[in-house]
């Protein structure tokens, strides 16, 4: 079974830049979620995208946008890039949007905007 | 609103020496929570979690938690700390708003003593 990959582990942009984070879903797994860790800080929603349609969405301002994939992987785009937006990024997969699902994380992407 | 708060954002025993983290929830409608654990540089892994039935919940590494609905309470214990259970750990309790969501705590960084 293979498990939430994202890529690139690690990534530094300048103010102002566009970013795009990958993510493959576990196997198996229908329903992709992404949040925010700032340092010191419990992850934020960002959004969950399920069969390829976002369906909810956190207290992040439209410049955050995200894709899934008809194989379920799933990208975060960011644009305008803030010094704010310096964090650890999450993806996380689950086989459907119900409240008893676990989440599987995968190890993140850690993004540093100067 | 569904909440988590996380009592001491940093705790620290000594080896073999019982382990007691904190996690109380806020929620209008019965919770489904969840106990994460971070270790440095890596994505969050799942240590148990609550939806229904049996209070007490067993999870993996020897770590168990109990719901305690009359105290609004879900603690994680273990009951002999070992030096690989140096880490962050977060509580959460998820939500229907479209998506699912989970709102986690602040975290409580666990360090063991020798």
């Given amino acids: 079974e293979t498990g939430v990959t994202q890529s690139p582990t690690h990534l530094i942009k300048t103010r102002g830049q566009q970013v795009t984070l990958r993510c493959s879903s576990q196997s198996g797994h229908n329903t992709v979620s992404w949040y925010q860790q700032a340092l010191g800080q419990g992850p934020q929603f960002i959004f969950q995208y399920y069969r390829e349609e976002e369906n909810g969405r956190g207290n992040f301002p439209p410049r955050f946008s995200g894709l899934q994939f008809p194989n379920y992987s799933s990208e975060l785009n960011v644009n305008a890039l803030e010094l704010d937006d310096s964090a650890l990024y999450l993806c996380a997969s689950s086989l459907a949007a119900r409240n008893n699902s676990p989440l599987h994380f995968g190890n993140g992407t850690r993004l540093t905007v100067t | ?114």
């Fill in chain 2, 1 to 114: 609103a569904q909440s988590v708060t996380q009592l001491g954002s940093h705790v620290s025993v000594s080896e073999g020496a019982l382990v007691l983290l904190r996690c109380n929830y806020s929620s209008s409608v019965p919770p489904y929570l969840f106990w994460y654990v971070q270790y440095p540089n890596q994505g969050l892994q799942l240590l148990l979690k609550y939806t229904t039935g049996a209070t007490l919940v067993k999870g993996i590494n020897g770590f168990e938690a109990e719901f305690k609905k009359s105290e609004t309470s879900f603690h994680l214990t273990k009951p002999s700390a070992h030096m690989s259970d140096a880490a962050e750990y977060f509580c959460a309790v998820s939500i229907i708003q479209g998506a699912q969501k989970l709102v986690f705590g602040q975290g409580t960084r666990l360090t063991i003593n020798p």
